[in-house]
């Protein structure tokens, strides 16, 4: 099915370093999001931006809906351990049903 | 319940048997989601319930695969005839009615080993 470009594919880093991901499409969206997945979970929704050129924070998380309306990224900074899993942007179109296309995901390594 | 709680949390069966994923959405909320996440992969749409409106099937990825939801309540993914490529977790989410622009809150999904 369709999806979004999601980079990087994954990351390796230390403990207390920033980290940025990105998301591109080939269509507009009317809202992004950003969830995140913990092994053997459902994803949970981080942060959610519904405006062109939007700039939201949730804490250490920091995500933002491109002008274009078919990127977004989001960026954590000072990493911890905990941050560790797979993060998953999402875009939603015109249509009122709540369809979410998802990117295949950034998966985030935090060594200590 | 509190959140979305989906049932078995995983199923292994032999290629050509039929399962059944079963979804309790969160009370009230009138729209449920079902997708497939394979190894590695993002979450792929199947099928979306809104209360009695016809179910959007536009994710199915096949005619061995259906879903039932009556009203608001649980809803029970069928894969008929199963194949090595139905491995995956299948997520269940659901919203509150009119909620459409944010996230919903998605259950543990069931992991799928078809061998």
């Known amino acids: 099915g369709q999806q979004l470009n999601q980079s990087p594919q994954s990351m390796f880093i230390q403990e207390g370093e920033d980290v940025s991901m990105n998301c591109t499409s080939s269509s507009i969206f009317n809202t992004w999001l950003w969830y995140k997945q913990d092994p053997g979970e459902g994803p949970v929704l981080l942060i959610a931006?519904?405006?062109?050129?939007e700039l939201t924070s949730n804490g250490r998380l920091t995500a933002q809906f491109g002008i274009t309306r078919k990127d977004s990224f989001l960026n954590i900074s000072a990493s911890i351990p905990s941050d560790v899993g797979i993060y998953f942007c999402a875009g939603q179109g015109s249509s009122n049903t709540g369809k979410l296309i998802f990117g295949q995901g950034t998966t985030l390594q935090v060594k200590p | 319940g509190a959140g979305v709680s989906q049932s078995p949390s995983n199923k292994v069966t032999e290629k050509g048997k039929d399962v059944e994923l079963r979804c309790d959405p969160i009370s009230g909320h009138t729209a449920l989601y079902w997708y497939r996440q394979r190894l590695g992969q993002g979450l792929e749409f199947l099928i979306y319930f809104q209360g009695n409106s016809a179910p959007d099937k536009s994710g199915l990825p096949s005619d061995r695969f259906s879903a039932e939801r009556t009203g608001e309540s649980v809803s029970t993914l069928t894969i008929q005839r199963t194949q090595q490529e139905d491995s995956a977790v299948y997520l269940c989410a659901s919203r509150p009615r009119g909620a459409h622009r944010y996230g919903y809150t998605f259950g543990s999904g069931t992991r799928l080993t078809v061998v």
């Open positions: 931006l519904y405006k062109a050129g």
